[in-house]
């Protein structure tokens, strides 16, 4: 990838390691940016924290789209400017809002006692987030516009917190919606569209106040097999452009907040084989990681591809299932895969690993974090730094 062998990389950085492909982030990030040229498009930070990544994208024009005290920390450390910085959470803390509002940054009220506490904090301009009722078609845990999400405010409160929050002396600029992630058709996203427009459409009769910004979340989904279809962002984001362009024709911004799609594909983990074991029903692999490094097959039921990288042209011998070194039979990472007979110190490589592996990894068992890098014209860049041992004891006495 990016030039660089899979072996030299493990030589260099050891394994697991998560390595980001930096063409691949770049062309992501494009394609969302060549949709609206205006629009802002800010990257979903929780995909990865990563300073590096914030700031090869915010050379790109992109923001940040925050949500804790710590994900703005990674922002700012990466100099992302607080106009592109997008603060959602429901439940930010005074200190998150007054920390949003030093920051300069565009805070998406959550709740309707929010307004209040925003201003107070010091925050001036904000944005509604609302709930259309509406159930993305994706994994349970990660829809967020079900009627009863606990994100954001129905229609009728969303009115209300539009009509609050000015009252309050903030500059009310627009409406959010964000409907889940992990999204593998538009269908649901355009019926939130035309959702937050009904909103925005009532805040007009009711409230004479119109918005300027039309905040249409992330969600797209990354493939993790070759049996998965998913839209290209430029397909997915121009979609709910033209939706919202149909149904609301005064001028707005938009902005777009993706993070899986920006760099999940970008990113695949490496990681070496140890022991291979027959069992009376399967062929078990075992590599070095597992879901201390990544949860998503325990978390949702994620099913992902591999390859030997180190002889990936060989022909497939037999399905293997891989299992992590964690001490839980369910720490199994590929329930089954096709690959040439693995032995003990191949590298296994699983793509599409770039988006919530690394940003929900754990130190479970005692296992230090992997690094990550960044590859690009043959040459590695460290990223993140391996977790040591001493990291693991810094917090015992
Ligand atoms: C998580 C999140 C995103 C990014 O979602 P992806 O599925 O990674 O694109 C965007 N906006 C909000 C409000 C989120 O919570």
Redesign the pocket.
């Known amino acids: 990838m990016g030039g660089v062998r899979a072996s030299a990389l493990a030589e260099e950085y050891g394994t697991p390691l998560v390595v980001y492909c930096r063409e691949t982030v770049l062309a992501r990030a494009r394609a969302y940016a060549r949709v609206d040229p205006e629009a802002l498009v800010?990257y979903?930070t929780?995909?990865f924290p990563n300073v590096a990544l914030l700031r090869l994208l915010a050379g790109e024009g992109l923001g940040a789209?925050v949500?804790t005290r710590g994900e703005l920390e990674f922002a700012l450390r990466a100099r992302v400017p607080g106009d592109r910085i997008?603060f959602?959470g429901n439940n930010k803390s005074d200190e998150e809002l007054g920390a949003a509002a030093a920051a300069g940054a565009l805070v998406?009220l959550d709740a309707l006692d929010e307004g209040d506490r925003a201003r107070a904090a010091g925050v001036e301009t904000v944005l509604i987030?609302v709930t259309p009722g509406i159930e993305a078609d994706t994994h349970r845990a990660?829809q967020?516009a079900q009627a009863e999400s606990k994100?954001g405010l129905v229609a009728d409160d969303a009115v209300t917190a539009v009509r609050e929050a000015r009252f309050a002396g903030l500059d009310v600029a627009g409406l959010?919606v964000?409907i889940?992630?992990?999204?593998t058709r538009s269908a649901e996203s355009l019926l939130a569209v035309d959702r937050v427009v009904d909103v925005a459409l009532r805040c007009r009769a009711e409230l004479e106040w119109t918005p300027r910004v039309f905040d249409l979340?992330?969600?797209?989904?990354v493939r993790h097999s070759l049996t998965e279809a998913v839209p290209e962002p430029e397909q997915f984001a121009r979609d709910l452009l033209l939706r919202l362009r149909e149904r609301w024709t005064e001028p707005a911004r938009m902005i777009f907040?993706?993070?899986?799609?920006?760099i999940?594909t970008a990113g695949f983990t490496l990681y070496r084989v140890g022991v291979v074991k027959r069992t009376p029903g399967v062929v078990y692999a075992a590599v070095d990681g597992g879901m201390s490094d990544n949860p998503r097959p325990q978390l949702y039921g994620s099913h992902y591809e591999a390859l030997l990288a180190n002889r990936a042209d060989e022909p497939v011998s037999g399905i293997y299932r891989i299992a992590g070194k964690h001490c839980e039979s369910g720490d199994v990472l590929i329930d089954s895969v096709d690959l040439p007979e693995p032995r003990r110190d191949d590298l296994l490589a699983v793509p599409a690993t770039g988006?919530?592996t690394l940003a929900m990894a754990s130190n479970y068992n005692g296992v230090p974090r992997p690094a990550a890098v960044l590859v690009a014209d043959g040459r590695a860049e460290l990223i993140r730094r391996r977790e040591s041992l001493d990291d693991l004891l810094r917090f015992e006495n």
């Open positions: 800010v979903g929780k995909a789209d949500s997008v959602h998406v987030r990660i967020t994100f959010h964000h889940g992630s992990q999204l979340g992330g969600g797209l989904a907040e993706p993070g899986r799609s920006l999940g988006a919530y």
